[in-house]
Every structure is written in structure tokens, then in C-alpha cells.
């Protein structure tokens, strides 16, 4: 039978979900985050579901571009960037700046479109899937692996939102010290039985943070670890703490903010640096690898522009002998599904990858996605193999809409003024 896979709908639904109150160097996050819902419709009623960033300079972009998706054909997945290129950016959107927000590094509008197109490209991969009978990671080549292994995102945390803010509350306690970390650590553990670890760090003096490494891996001995402060650190402060973790660190991540920053400890030290902050774009590779700044590049589908492009920056990563894994920010099951899929199939990837999924109490799936001994497994339904759930994603839509406003951008800094009116972000390095 031909199937007719011309784009007829785009539903666009931004929702609110709950995110507890972990601590960053810019903040702390809100009580619900924005995420956008995707979906894409078909003449011959396939659908595919995607996800991406939901805050309102995504939402501005994501509309034209959904509107001029209608009538075109679902497999034309190289169609959709020169589509995004027709949609105007407002430039007051681009900041040029490290998205304060997010930590993703460099704000462009380059950057912009490419997070909206990661959402439709995940939809209409997932659309071509379930029309053809065949898993996403089979469309991107086949899994080299059956099931991907993610690291334990640890964060220090506070046990509640700020008095009098609504939301949900969370059954992960607090965790402001380096005993909390390791509690932290134990339970994610037994939860979801990771093995490799990755503490989110520039929110408390350095000394206090190589304390929380050092409890970790007395804990938890040859067990890979991971610090990542956001680039709040000096050079010298970068390399002071390499040189106290060094022993223990799978790699350093973002010490300090930047290229010229990371190549200068790079050159400094032996220990291996990560980033998802000075490479998030093709166009910051090339400085980057000449200068040696990073050995290992943390790709996120969202800002790289989706799968296909994830794929290629692996490629490129393979080439110069970088190592690729994945970075993570607030996300769902559609996202995780499709990390998932993603790097089943790339063969390049030698470190767990990140995911705040274990955070999220909420979903918009009928079934949540497990971790079993830290991994997940690459499913071989069609498409992405999951399902929306309508009721859930309705309830979330309805607090998207019922907010005043205040939710619906990601403000790690607002947030933690409610706690302390005097905070304002912090100037970099920090520390
Ligand atoms: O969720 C957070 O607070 C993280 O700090 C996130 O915003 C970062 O983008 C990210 O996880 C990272 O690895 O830098
Ligand atoms: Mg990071």
C-alpha cells in the first residue's frame, strides 16, 4: 500500500512540568519548567511525537515554522532547515551571550532554530517510523547497542521550593553537603542502578565541591566521576581542582567559560575536559579542537538541530579522536526516547550519558521509560516507541495556561531571588 505522508496538522502544546528545586551556579531551578509537545499528523492519520525547550523565544519561532510544515512530506528531513532559515528570529532573542537560563553556551539564532527544528525532527522521525514499521535508530542506520547507559546526575538541592512558591514536592530530601551528595548517590543507585556519576557543581567554593568528589569515590570506589561547574571557575581555580581530582575524575566538565579559557587549562593539565557549553555548534568545532580545549564534546539533539545532525557531530568528533556523549537539561520521555535512539547508533560513545530524567515526576507518556543497571533499553518498536498520554498532557497544558506568565521562561536566577532577593547572577569565574 502507497502511503500518503504529506503533513496535514501541527499541534503545538506548551505544558509546565515539575522540577525540583536543584541548585546551579545561576540559580536554582523553578517549581515547573516549559517544555513543547510536538506532534505531527499525516493525510493518511500517522502521527509522530516530538519535544524541545518550551520558553517563549522557542514558542515564537516554533508557530511560523509549524504553519509552514502543512503539505509537505514527513520524510523530507533535510527540508527542515531550510525551512527554519525562512523563519525571523527577533533579535532581542539573541543575546550573544551564554544563555543564562539553560547554560547551552552562546545564544544565536542559529541555535534557536535548530532547538525548534529538533522537536519536528523527532516527530516526523517518529511519523516515518510508525509508517514504515521500523524503529527510529533503524532509520538513522541501526543500533550498534541494545541498550544505553546514562550517569547519575547529582545535584545539590534544597529538600523544598522557597516558602509560599506552588508546586510539587519531591521525595528527594536535600543535599548541601558532601554527605547529602553520597545519600544523594546511594539512592540513585538503588532507584535506577547507575554506575557512573556526575555532580553538578559551581554553586558552593571549590574546596567544599572536591570534598563531595573525594566522598563520592570513597564510596563508591573506580566508579567514573564527573564535576561540572557551569564554568564558574578561573583558569587557576580549573586547574587547582584538577589537580586535587585528577586520580578520581573521568573528566572535568566546563571548569572555566569559553574556548581560550578551557585550551589554556587543557594544555595544563592531564585530565580530560568535557563540554556542552563553548562547542554547542558546528561552527565552534574548529577553534576548539585545533586549540586542544576539549577531549570530550557532550552533543544534545535539542540545540545541535536533532538526531541526523547528532550523528554527524559524532562523526566529526571520531575523525579528531574527541570523545562524544551526551549532555541534559530539564526533559521528558519523548527526549529521552530519542537520546536513546540516538546513541544506539553511534558507535563513538565510551562515556554514560547524562539525563535529568530521574528528576522528572511527571510525564506526558502512558508508560515512563526505565532505567535498569543505569541503562536504557534501545527500543525496536516503531518509531519512537512511545505514547502520548492525553489526559496528562492536557492537565500540564492547563498549567501552562492557567500561569501568570512567570513560569513560562526558564529563570534559574528568579527563581533563587524568591529565597534571597538580593541574588543576582553571578559574575564569571566565580570562584
Ligand atoms: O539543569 C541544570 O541546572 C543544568 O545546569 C543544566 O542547565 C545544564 O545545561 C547542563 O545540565 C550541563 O551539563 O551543563
Ligand atoms: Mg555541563
Avoid at 536554582?28 to 519548567?33: F, K, L
Avoid at 517544555?35 to 518550551?54: H, K, S
Avoid at 569559553?258 to 577553534?287: D, K, Q, Y
Amino acid at each position: 500500500m502507497t502511503r500518503d505522508l504529506t503533513i496535514t496538522a501541527v499541534h503545538l502544546t506548551p505544558i509546565l512540568v515539575a522540577d525540583p528545586p536543584l541548585l546551579n551556579t545561576q540559580g536554582v531551578h523553578q517549581p515547573y519548567t516549559p517544555r513543547l509537545i510536538v506532534e505531527v499528523e499525516t493525510a493518511d492519520g500517522t502521527t509522530g511525537v516530538g519535544e524541545t525547550y518550551g520558553d517563549a523565544k522557542y514558542l515564537e519561532l516554533a508557530r511560523p515554522f509549524a504553519d509552514k510544515l502543512i503539505g509537505r512530506q514527513v520524510p523530507d528531513l533535510n527540508g527542515l532547515f531550510t525551512l527554519a532559515d525562512e523563519v525571523a528570529v527577533d533579535s532581542s532573542r539573541v543575546s550573544g551571550q551564554v544563555d543564562v537560563g539553560g547554560l547551552r553556551g552562546v545564544q544565536t539564532a542559529d541555535k534557536l532554530r535548530l532547538s525548534v527544528v529538533s522537536g519536528f525532527e523527532v516527530a516526523c522521525l517518529d511519523a516515518l517510523g510508525k509508517a514504515l514499521g521500523l524503529p527510529v535508530h533503524a532509520l538513522l542506520g541501526g543500533k550498534v547497542r541494545d541498550a544505553v547507559e546514562y550517569s547519575a546526575y547529582l545535584f545539590y538541592k534544597w529538600a523544598y521550593h522557597p516558602d509560599g512558591v506552588p508546586c510539587e514536592q519531591d521525595d528527594w530530601g536535600a543535599a548541601l553537603d558532601p554527605a547529602g551528595v553520597v545519600e544523594q548517590a546511594r539512592a540513585f543507585t538503588e532507584r535506577y542502578g547507575f554506575t557512573s556519576f556526575k555532580l553538578k557543581g559551581g554553586v558552593f567554593p571549590p574546596e567544599e565541591e572536591i570534598a563531595a568528589i573525594r566522598a563520592l569515590a570513597e564510596a563508591f570506589p573506580g566508579h567514573p566521576l564527573r564535576l561540572d561547574p557551569n564554568g564558574a571557575w578561573s583558569v587557576e581555580t580549573s586547574l587547582k581542582v584538577a589537580e586535587e581530582l585528577g586520580d578520581v575524575l573521568e573528566y572535568l566538565e566546563d571548569p572555566a567559560l569559553g574556548t581560550p579559557a578551557m585550551a589554556e587549562v587543557a594544555a595544563r593539565t592531564g585530565v580530560p575536559l568535557a563540554t556542552n557549553m563553548c562547542v554547542t555548534t558546528f561552527a565552534e568545532i574548529r577553534e576548539a579542537f585545533t586549540k586542544g580545549a576539549v577531549q570530550v564534546v557532550l552533543s544534545d539533539h535539542h540545540y545541535w538541530g536533532g538526531l541526523r545532525n547528532t550523528q554527524q557531530l559524532a562523526a566529526v568528533c571520531r575523525t579528531f579522536g574527541v570523545g562524544v556523549s551526551m549532555h541534559s537539561n530539564t526533559h521528558l520521555g519523548i527526549s529521552l526516547a530519542a537520546m536513546t535512539h540516538v546513541a544506539a547508533t553511534v558507535p563513538n560513545l565510551h562515556h554514560a550519558c547524562d539525563s535529568h530524567y530521574p528528576w522528572q515526576s511527571e510525564d506526558v507518556l502512558t508508560e515512563r521509560l526505565t532505567f535498569d543497571g543505569g541503562k536504557v533499553a534501545v527500543s525496536d518498536a516503531p518509531g519512537l516507541g512511545v505514547e502520548l498520554d492525553r489526559e496528562r498532557l492536557a492537565f500540564l497544558h492547563r498549567r501552562w495556561l492557567d500561569d501568570d506568565g512567570t513560569l513560562r521562561d526558564r529563570d534559574d536566577a528568579a527563581a533563587m531571588r524568591v529565597a534571597d532577593p538580593g541574588w543576582t547572577t553571578p559574575s564569571v569565574p566565580r570562584w
